[in-house]
T-cell receptor
Framework: DAGVIQSPRHEVTEMGQEVTLRCKPI?????LFWYRQTMMRGLELLIY????????DSGMPEDRFSAKMPNASFSTLKIQPSEPRDSAVYFC????????????FGQGTRLTVV | EDQVTQSPEALRLQEGESSSLNCSYT??????LFWYRQDPGKGPEFLFT???AGEEKEKERLKATLTKKESFLHITAPKPEDSATYLC?????????FGAGTRLFVKA
């Protein structure tokens, strides 16, 4: 398996624009997580899905952020409108189940909002 | 409030100089404590899971231990390729909380 695949690897956008980050989890994994990593706040869980259903989105910072998982092999994280403080590395991770202890991370998307 | 604190923030070692990284935590209903390694420009890579006080796990030059309040990652005779950021995380319920990490530099 190729692991968790994220796209794009890098995204530079202007403030106010819509940004969509994409993730393909490992086949057979039932749980998917979106994290954000910054120097100031470290790695923060934004939202996680179990069997394509959002379970906990309490980490989503604002209504400008939304996430979907239309099927078991694809998820998106959307920011609309984007702001400079959204600049960070966004990681997607998947695990066999929500209770699984081992999560596999993608390479991340480095987002820069100017 | 659930919290994970790692120390030191950064650690510089000579090749072969053994040391330990610390992860202290306060969490209600601990389900597991994890160690991850993160290389620059990459996502975290899973190393260990510890479930209960007294448990130990080893992998090559790394050994992780767990008490009721903290975990240690012991690095024996490190090599330059061990240079990375080591992240500790705790699972409380279905939520995983990460520490800020320890950046390890090993000089040849």
């Amino acid at each position: 398996d190729a692991g968790v695949i994220q796209s794009p690897r890098h995204e530079v956008t202007e403030m106010g624009q819509e940004v969509t980050l994409r993730c393909k989890p490992i086949s057979g994994h039932n749980s998917l997580f979106w994290y954000r990593q910054t120097m100031m706040r470290g790695l923060e869980l934004l939202i996680y899905f179990n069997n394509n259903v959002p379970i906990d989105d309490s980490g989503m910072p604002e209504d400008r952020f939304s996430a979907k998982m239309p099927n078991a092999s694809f998820s998106t994280l959307k920011i609309q409108p984007s702001e400079p403080r959204d600049s960070a590395v966004y990681f997607c991770a998947s695990s066999l189940t929500a209770a699984s202890t081992e999560a596999f991370f993608g390479q991340g998307t480095r987002l820069t909002v100017v | 409030e659930d919290q994970v604190t790692q120390s030191p923030e950064a650690l510089r070692l000579q090749e072969g100089e053994s040391s330990s990284l610390n992860c202290s935590y306060t969490v209600s209903g601990l389900r597991g404590l994890f160690w991850y390694r993160q290389d620059p420009g990459k996502g975290p890579e899973f190393l260990f899971t510890l479930y209960s006080a007294g448990e130990e796990k080893e992998k090559e030059r790394l050994k992780a231990t767990l008490t009721k309040k903290e975990s240690f990652l012991h690095i024996t005779a490190p090599k330059p390729e061990d240079s990375a950021t080591y992240l500790c995380a705790v699972q409380a319920g279905f939520k995983t909380i990460f520490g800020a990490g320890t950046r390890l530099f090993v000089k040849a």
